[in-house]
């Protein structure tokens, strides 16, 4: 089982930045994949990034629309995912949550990712 804690969610205005942690639980964290998922008002779950990594190399996948805004990265010393978001956007207004999965590799959907946080608020005000 995998406990999970988002923080650093709040208000900031469009073209400003937050960074999003999430804190993991476990003894194995190295070995899982971490993944950030977002949820607006009235809409579904939308993948927006996720980190796999072993010895060898250290994978990313981002949705097109936070490509180039939005940086994941992992402190495994920590067990910790991180989520920088740059130039944000009024669009990018949404409930984030973390997940992880006991798997390396990428596979961008929910269910494929058995442990959640509670989730943290971002809004960007125009």
């Known amino acids: 089982q995998v406990q999970l804690v988002e923080s650093g969610g709040g208000l900031v205005q469009a073209g400003g930045s937050l960074r999003l942690s999430c804190a993991a639980s476990?003894?194995?964290?190295?070995?899982?994949?971490m993944g950030w998922f977002r949820q607006a008002p009235g809409k579904g779950r939308e993948f927006v990034a996720e980190?796999?990594?072993?010895?060898?190399?250290?994978?990313?996948r981002y949705t097109d629309s936070v490509k180039g805004r939005f940086t994941i990265s992992r402190d495994n010393a920590k067990n910790t995912v991180y989520l920088q978001m740059n130039s944000l956007k009024p669009e990018d207004t949404a409930v984030y949550y973390c997940?992880?999965?006991?798997?390396?590799?990428?596979?961008?959907?929910?269910?494929?990712?058995?442990?959640w946080g509670q989730g943290t608020q971002v809004t960007v005000s125009s």
């Open positions: 476990g003894r194995t964290f190295s070995s899982y994949t």
């Open positions: 997940a992880a999965r006991s798997v390396r590799g990428l596979s961008p959907q929910a269910n494929g990712y058995p442990y």
């Open positions: 980190i796999s990594w072993s010895a060898a190399s250290t994978l990313t």
